[in-house]
């Protein structure tokens, strides 16, 4: 998914001129590296999430939160920080990725989640830990921040959504702006008569009794959002998202927290910042954002005047393109060599 990898160098930093990044100055990731450690935790009667360490055992940790909801965690996501300095904590959220049951909505609450990360925390003997989230993980993040400002040493936040009805809307109503033939797939899947209510419309075939149905409509809400990801076109994203073990997650989970207004109060995480504000952050953002487009992480600054604000002039949404993954790396630098973003 990624481009080839080679050892971060302080000279490739990002030249960075009024919040604007110049993406030609680029940062690799750092190289795959594989768990020291992992294991399940159950959570409750029904969910029980998969979770791993990598990097330095006696690190700084670092807390990797995945988007979606549902999509799950990837081997890619650790060769954002340093090896030798982070202790990288990945985990998957319930009903995501590894975690079982796969795509399951039942006791899954953006509440729940929150509590999980305190539980995984608390197993893991961490004090503290710096906060790294994109799209659905960044809303996330803000929402275990202000419950837990305590534990936050600082966020890392990429491609913001805040769980908002106008941005819950945009995905269903707005993108087709921008990519009118992968809404326009998306519909296809629908009878004419409901097509007033997709959502609805989604909802009723990803939770009905016929498995075969969910999955249908599961890859078709999967492949539209993974379709619309990338400042260019990246087939092969699309293909990876139509697999059953992420569409399942991606399309169940997604409809069910759009359903349920992402178990926020509508303003909710703009109207909590004075929880965090005076913790260190950097809000990364691609400029051709479609899925989050930048206007809400340009409001999240507004009401976060101290955090850092970057944008990537040419960019979508997804972590994998190389201006926003090279701004990723190069804060996690930052928070290394300075303690701050």
């Given at each position: 998914m990624f481009r080839p990898t080679s050892f971060f160098t302080l000279s490739k930093l990002h030249n960075v001129r009024d919040n604007k990044i110049d993406s030609y100055a680029v940062t690799d990731l750092f190289p795959p590296v594989k768990p020291y450690r992992s294991g399940r935790l159950q959570v409750d009667d029904l969910h029980t999430l998969y979770w791993e360490e990598s990097g330095n055992p006696q690190g700084v940790p670092v807390l990797f939160l995945h988007g979606g909801p549902g999509a799950g965690t990837a081997p890619s996501h650790r060769q954002f920080f340093d090896p030798a300095y982070y202790r990288i904590v990945l985990f998957d959220q319930r009903g995501s990725g590894q975690s079982t049951p796969l795509g399951e909505p039942r006791q899954n609450t953006t509440q729940l989640l929150v509590d999980d990360i305190e539980q995984l925390r608390e197993m893991l003997a961490i004090e503290?830990?710096?906060?790294?989230?994109?799209?659905?993980?960044?809303?996330?993040?803000?929402?275990?921040?202000?419950?837990?400002?305590?534990?936050?040493?600082?966020?890392?936040?990429?491609?913001?959504?805040?769980?908002?009805?106008?941005?819950?809307?945009?995905?269903?109503?707005?993108?087709?702006?921008?990519?009118?033939?992968?809404?326009?797939?998306?519909?296809?899947?629908?009878?004419?008569?409901?097509?007033?209510?997709?959502?609805?419309?989604?909802?009723?075939?990803?939770?009905?009794?016929?498995?075969?149905?969910?999955?249908?409509?599961?890859?078709?809400?999967?492949?539209?959002?993974?379709?619309?990801?990338?400042?260019?076109?990246?087939?092969?994203?699309?293909?990876?998202?139509?697999?059953?073990?992420?569409?399942?997650?991606?399309?169940?989970?997604?409809?069910?927290?759009?359903?349920?207004?992402?178990?926020?109060?509508?303003?909710q995480l703009i109207a909590q910042m004075d929880q965090i504000k005076h913790l260190p952050a950097v809000i990364i953002q691609g400029r051709y954002d479609v899925v989050c487009p930048p206007r809400t992480a340009w409001q999240l600054r507004q009401a976060w005047p101290q955090a850092k604000f970057e944008v990537v002039d040419d960019a979508g949404h997804a972590a994998s393109e190389p201006g926003i993954a090279s701004a990723l790396v190069a804060a996690t630098e930052r928070f290394k060599l300075t303690g701050s973003l």
């Amino acid at each position: 998914m990624f481009r080839p990898t080679s050892f971060f160098t302080l000279s490739k930093l990002h030249n960075v001129r009024d919040n604007k990044i110049d993406s030609y100055a680029v940062t690799d990731l750092f190289p795959p590296v594989k768990p020291y450690r992992s294991g399940r935790l159950q959570v409750d009667d029904l969910h029980t999430l998969y979770w791993e360490e990598s990097g330095n055992p006696q690190g700084v940790p670092v807390l990797f939160l995945h988007g979606g909801p549902g999509a799950g965690t990837a081997p890619s996501h650790r060769q954002f920080f340093d090896p030798a300095y982070y202790r990288i904590v990945l985990f998957d959220q319930r009903g995501s990725g590894q975690s079982t049951p796969l795509g399951e909505p039942r006791q899954n609450t953006t509440q729940l989640l929150v509590d999980d990360i305190e539980q995984l925390r608390e197993m893991l003997a961490i004090e503290d830990w710096l906060i790294f989230g994109g799209s659905w993980g960044s809303t996330l993040a803000l929402a275990y921040g202000q419950a837990h400002p305590q534990r936050c040493t600082g966020f890392i936040l990429r491609g913001i959504f805040l769980g908002t009805q106008a941005e819950i809307d945009w995905f269903l109503q707005g993108m087709p702006l921008f990519f009118p033939d992968e809404h326009a797939q998306f519909v296809k899947q629908i009878p004419e008569d409901e097509r007033g209510d997709l959502l609805a419309a989604y909802t009723k075939r990803l939770f009905s009794d016929n498995p075969t149905e969910n999955l249908r409509a599961a890859q078709a809400w999967s492949r539209y959002e993974a379709n619309c990801l990338h400042l260019v076109p990246r087939p092969e994203v699309a293909r990876m998202f139509s697999a059953a073990s992420v569409a399942l997650g991606v399309g169940r989970l997604g409809a069910h927290y759009f359903c349920n207004k992402m178990f926020l109060s509508e303003g909710q995480l703009i109207a909590q910042m004075d929880q965090i504000k005076h913790l260190p952050a950097v809000i990364i953002q691609g400029r051709y954002d479609v899925v989050c487009p930048p206007r809400t992480a340009w409001q999240l600054r507004q009401a976060w005047p101290q955090a850092k604000f970057e944008v990537v002039d040419d960019a979508g949404h997804a972590a994998s393109e190389p201006g926003i993954a090279s701004a990723l790396v190069a804060a996690t630098e930052r928070f290394k060599l300075t303690g701050s973003l």
